[in-house]
Structure formats: structure tokens, C-alpha cells
């Protein structure tokens, strides 16, 4: 009885959730774990006060998880039944990352997909096949099934099989070049795909991408290739050297020679929001989007956001993006999805720099502060999040996510990105205050 109560709780939870701003939740949830947590202020969460419900100290317990690790987990048998659906995997999904086996304590028989998940993380690749096996029974048209499937056949050396499965997901142009048994590469993924309708150069806006990189000389040339092949013609490259002490500049600097869509610039290392700035002051387009220098298109992405954004007449709109490892793996550093929403595939009209501003000129995590404010300065429908994978990024150790001060894996990183969120949130409650 009490589960039932709180999933329908969770219910509620989920429609203030899409109708509201997270500031507006804050505001609403100041004193509740379980809103804070599902807006990501889990330093706030766990200075409520205690509850005598089980759904709340979960809650407490998930913030403490996120904050400081595994150091003392909590007994499933106190909760198991007691508490919804919700917070029972979100506990599970947290636990996870460190001790993937004892996550999967939390999960109920016939969730196959975390099953599979877990099992993948903990590497027992025949339990995760197992699991996929269940969830191909009885969820055929599961959105999660083809992904899962490639993550475990990527890992158990099948990358021919993990590659077919990627193209059914990602509806990219099969290359026959291609070694089907060779691990999975990024650049295997950027050849134009031939379906899209032809556009003319002429009768298009500009769209201004801007990819900016420290230290990425191995990986910048693929991005900016991954550019070039888009379906979408009239676009300009502004690629920015953000300091780098490799061959960054050399590779940009090439590719521009050889493309008079590409500008390469260079400055002193100030990070990659403050380069983004720099990059939007240059940039001439009618919409901006954004590429990590680690990261590529998929070839139909600024065709699909700009038809997205041209239809909805929103001001902004994200997509999701999948990664795979340097060893040619597909990665989840969060366990589970494997398609997440990617940040970085923010496309804007040019009005919202005029509107909204430029990014926070922090090393991390700034990109999702902007998508909030967008929806803060020009309304909640503004920004329009679609489902479509229109990304491949690179899984790596020197990358922003993965690095020690800011990585997702670190607690210095984890317990920054925590800090800055926390900050952000309560800076768009008092400007919403202001605005009143």
C-alpha cells in the first residue's frame, strides 16, 4: 500500500517536473529530498530533516551515494516495497557505479534493461545477455534493447554484430570500407548519409558550429570531418585552439587550408565556455551549435535540428548522443542509459545570445546551466529536447567528464559539479524573484 502511495507521489513528481522550471522547484521543494534530488541538489537534500517515510530517507540516502560514495549502503530488506518504483532505481542506478552487483539487490524480476545494465558494468556478459534475451521477449519494441545488445556485443569482442545494431539505432549510411570485426571507431560513423533531402546552399540559413579544443590533435581532424559531411551544405566551422601544448592548431590550421568553411583560431587556455564565447562573438550564422573537439555529427544533425527548430518555432533545441570508448566499447559512465541527453548538441537562434546571453565562463557544466536559462529568460517551451542520437562521442581519460577535477568518476569532480549546480540554481531562483 505505502509503494503504491508513493508511486503515485512519484507521478505527481514527474508533472511538476515537466511543466516546471527547476528553479520553480526548488522554490516549491525546499524542505523535500526527494524534489531536490530529482533537480540535482543533493548537498540541499541531505540537509532536510529526517522523515518517518521510507521514500524520504532513500532520498537522503541517494544524496549521500552521489556526494561521498558507497560508505555505508543501505539494507534493500528496509525498503524493498515500502518505497516507489522511482527512487528504488534511482538509489540502485547511484549505488551502481560503484558496486554494480549489490545494485542489483534493488532491482525488481522483470526489469531486464538495468539488469543487463548492471551485469554489463560488473562484466558477467552472459548475465547480461540473458537479461537482453528477457527484454527482447517481452518488450519487443524496448527503445533500449538495440543499444544494450551493441554495448555487450562490443564488449564481448563481437564489434561486427555491435556495428549492424549501432546502424539500425542511428539509421547511418553502411560503409563497406569498413572491417566489420575491427573495434568501433568514431570515423567509421561520419560518411553522409544519401536518404536526406538535397538542400540548397542558396536557399538556406548559415549555421555557424563552433568546436573548440585543448589538447584533442589526435581526435579534432575526425570532429571537424564529421562537419564537413554533413547533409545540411551551408554551414561555417569557427574552430578555437583554447591554449593546447599539442598539435591542435597544426590539424585545424590544415583542414582550414584545404576549406574555406573552416576559421582556426587560437588563444591562451581559458576553457572550453569562455572559447565558446569567443567562438559565438565570430560567429555569422542565423543558428550556432556546438561540437566537442572529441566528439563528432552524425551526418543528418543540423538538417534534423534546424527542421526541428524551424517547425516548433522554438528558441533552442538539444539532442542525445551515445559514446564509445578509445578501445572501441560502447561506454556508460552513469551505468545505464547508453543514449543520454548531450548538452553539447545545443542549436540556438541567433536571438538567444541577444536574449539570454553568453555561457558562464566556468570549466564545467555550463552548458546545462544555459539550457535552463533559456528556459528561464524565454519560457519553457523554448527549448525543445528531442530523442534522436545525433552524436558519437569519445569515451576518454583526458576528457572533461572523465578528468580527476572534473570528471563525473572522481569525487573532487563529482562533489565540484555538485557545488556549481547547487550555486546555478539558486542564482536562477533570485532572478525569477527579481522578474516577479
Known sequence: MLK????????????????????????????????????????????????????????????????????????????LGRVSDYERRQYALALARWDPRAAAQWLAPREWALKAAFALAEGDLGAGFEAARRLAQEFRKSKDLH??????????????????????ILTNTRNPAIDADAPLRLADFIAENGDSPAFSVHERPLISVIICAYNAAPYVGTALRSVLNQTYPNIEIISIDDGSHDHTFQHMRQLASENPRITALRFPNNGAYASRNIGMRHAKGSFITFLDADDIMLPQRIASQLRALERSGAAATVSRLIRISEDGHLAAPRIFPFARHNPCSLMIRRSVLRDVGAFDETRFGADEEYEHRIALRLGRNALLRTADVQTLALHRAGSLTQAPQSGLAS??????????????????????????
Open 4 to 79: 503504491h502511495l508513493f508511486n503515485l507521489y512519484q507521478k505527481k513528481i514527474h508533472r511538476l517536473t515537466r511543466r516546471m522550471r527547476v528553479d520553480e522547484l526548488y522554490e516549491k521543494g525546499a524542505d523535500n529530498a526527494v524534489i531536490l534530488n530529482r533537480i540535482g541538489l543533493f548537498r540541499t537534500s541531505l540537509e532536510t530533516k529526517p522523515s518517518v517515510f521510507p521514500e524520504f530517507g532513500l532520498a537522503r540516502l541517494r544524496a549521500r551515494l552521489e556526494l561521498h560514495g558507497p560508505e555505508a549502503a543501505a539494507d534493500p530488506r528496509r525498503y
Open 147 to 168: 543499444v544494450i545488445l551493441a554495448a555487450l556485443h562490443s564488449r564481448a569482442g563481437e564489434f561486427g554484430q555491435a556495428r549492424k545494431l549501432l546502424n539500425d
Open 411 to 436: 569525487a573532487e569532480g563529482r562533489l565540484a559539479r555538485i557545488a556549481y549546480r547547487e550555486s546555478w540554481v539558486r542564482r536562477h531562483l533570485h532572478e525569477a524573484a527579481r522578474a516577479r
